[in-house]
């Protein structure tokens, strides 16, 4: 199965399909968010080189920054991919509350579980999408975009579940999505808590409260934990020497990112690149 719906004038894209380790050419295209649904048995994907297996009843939320492949599938499973051009998550931030929770650049794989309501939800999301890409009129673009809408504030639910986010501490969570945001968006140029905590009008104590709620890494670590899976992104995937990823990442000097990629990883960016290309060596 594959539904695609391609404004060629736009360049906007939204598919759906339940082959994906097929199609080379969407395994390929850099441009799309993926949302992942197992619904039976097991698959096992590779995300940035990472091996993990998810079983039914669990949904994988990838931005376009993830590599993906497909290893061995046990079950079956639904993907749905969109571009920015046909939804941008950033521009339209303040209607889904999506960016930072259910997308984000970090090696953290985001995923959460649905039970049998919400998976009967997602079932009529899908049949309203197979009756709309039958239908081609001027509406047909905006319909769409609803059901794409419906399907990932659905999900951004689902994950706010896994996090226990009550009512009244949904602010707090807030500015913790916020935070993953600005990281995302500016790891590059801003490597200090105090920066984020600016932008976000809070204190850095207050920061780090509201991560240790939601139990997650301090401030500094997640801000780490970014430039590391952006490093490794580029020594895996690309040409680029360690010294060309250092100031791409915005380090000073080749000496300062060396430091700081060693003491993240125990390892040199040459031992990662050369580990790497010994892996795939071996599962070729």
Known sequence: MKFVYENPKMKSKLILCDTLE??????????????????????????????????????????YLHHLKLGEINGRYRVMLFNNRFYHIIDHDSEVFCNGLLFNGSQNIISFRVNDEEALKLDRLTELFLEEVAIHDSMQDEMLRI?????????????????????????????????YALVDEHFREKKQVQEYADILHKSAK????????????????????????????????????????????GFEDHASFSRFFKNATGMSATEFRRQDRRMKRERA
């Open 22 to 63: 097929k199609d080379v050419e969407l395994l390929r295209d850099k441009t799309l968010y993926k949302f992942i649904w197992i619904y039976e048995g097991e698959v096992e994907l590779v995300i940035n080189h990472q091996h993990l297996t998810f079983h039914a009843g669990e949904i994988v939320s990838l931005s």
């Open 206 to 249: 207050t920061l780090a409260n509201i991560l240790s709620y939601y139990h997650q890494p301090s401030a500094i670590k997640i801000i780490h934990n970014r430039i590391i899976a952006e490093a490794e992104r580029l020594l895996y995937y690309t040409s680029k020497s360690s010294k060309e990823i250092g100031f791409q990442l």
């Open 147 to 179: 059901i794409l809408k419906r399907a990932i504030i659905l999900c951004c639910r689902l994950a706010r579940n896994k996090h226990g986010v009550l009512p009244q501490r949904c602010m707090r969570f807030e500015i913790m999505r916020k935070f």
